[in-house]
């Protein structure tokens, strides 16, 4: 799952087993150099960690957390990463640029570094399971790799949540400045409702994201809703007003598609509707977002409509 650019916006959401959501690409540069400086952090963060979480759970799903036994009946191995070369060289020059922001520069130090370690782990675990090496040693380099493995990890997910928090507040900032620009210039148009509808969405995200039976505020989640549906109808209702100036239907059917998994979810936590047998078996799995009301289906719209945002012409 991809990260937003700073041209547009962005949540994490970095639930185990799922990854963090992308971010959106923030305002277009102008004059701000921030927005410049923060972009190859997000093209770093949506190319590789999606990937590397990924990689993670299709490990877990057959390897215990303890490690491999040898008596596994299905052993799938690991997802490797790309080359980090181009993402590494993008945060030395990111790094380099102005404004200095020691916290920042660090993170994406540290994030580019766990990168480059990951990388290798995760070439000689696929190696040595692709091969189908376990079969002839008992597993026992598997358990050597295990907790090497696992270290690498976990530093890259330390490292991720770190970049990510500092890039997304960034971003926040960018994103309301941007927003704000638009309607001094230009007033209330397609560029300015697609933008707010990115920012409510984040929004809406960011409330429900978290584990339902513990963060979940059915007051603020129905507000947010209510707030995101209006600017679907305003930026409908502009194109139909407007017929050149229409949004993609693409992007609109995405956005729905998001409002509909939020609303699901809330009436899920709203009304205690219980998970049936056949939910719970795809709960926690690749499959976790064909449950409907589940926040893996959330974060799978919204990484959706993120990727549509990020295609789309800039704003």
Same mark, same amino acid.
């Given at each position: 799952m991809r990260l937003c650019l700073a041209t547009k916006i962005c949540a994490a959401g970095l639930a185990f087993g799922l990854g963090p959501t992308p971010l959106a690409r923030a305002a277009d540069p102008g004059p701000s150099s921030l927005t410049e400086k923060v972009q190859p952090y997000i093209a770093c963060l949506n190319r590789h960690s999606g990937r590397a979480f990924d990689s993670r759970a299709r490990y877990l799903s057959w390897s215990a957390k303890s490690g491999p036994t040898g008596k596994e009946k299905i052993v799938y191995g690991v997802y490797t990463l790309d080359d980090p070369a181009d993402c590494s060289r993008g945060i030395e020059q990111a790094n380099k640029m102005e404004p200095h922001d020691a916290s920042l520069e660090k993170a994406g130090t540290d994030f580019a570094t766990s990168l480059i370690n990951l990388v290798p782990a995760l070439k000689e675990a696929d190696d040595y399971y692709e091969q189908g090496? +376990? &079969? %002839? %040693? &008992? /597993?026992? &380099? *598997?358990?050597?790799?295990?907790?090497?493995? /696992? #270290? #690498?990890? %976990?530093?890259?997910? #330390? #490292? %991720?949540t770190q970049l990510r928090a500092m890039v997304e507040r960034i971003n926040d900032q960018i994103q309301l400045e941007h927003l704000a620009a638009i309607e001094n210039q230009e *007033?209330?148009?397609?560029? +300015? +409702?697609v933008l707010a509808l990115m920012i409510k969405a984040k929004a809406v995200q960011r409330t429900e994201r978290g584990d339902p039976a513990k963060d979940f505020d059915i007051s603020q989640a129905a507000q947010g809703l209510e707030a995101l549906e209006a600017l679907i109808k305003d930026l409908e209702a502009y194109g139909d007003a407007h017929p050149g100036e229409k949004a993609g239907s693409i992007f609109l059917s995405a956005a729905r598609s998001y409002l509909k998994s939020g609303k699901e979810l809330m009436r899920r936590v709203r009304d205690k509707i219980p998970y049936n047998p056949g939910e719970k078996m795809l709960l926690g799995g690749q499959g976790s977002w064909m449950v409907e009301g589940s926040p893996a289906a959330l974060t799978r719209n919204y990484n959706q409509l993120i990727e549509r945002f990020n295609s789309s012409p800039r704003i």
């Open positions: 090496d +376990y &079969k %002839d %040693d &008992k /597993m026992a &380099k *598997g358990k050597l790799l295990h907790p090497k493995l /696992m #270290a #690498a990890w %976990d530093s890259f997910a #330390a #490292a %991720d *007033g209330r148009k397609t560029s +300015y +409702y």
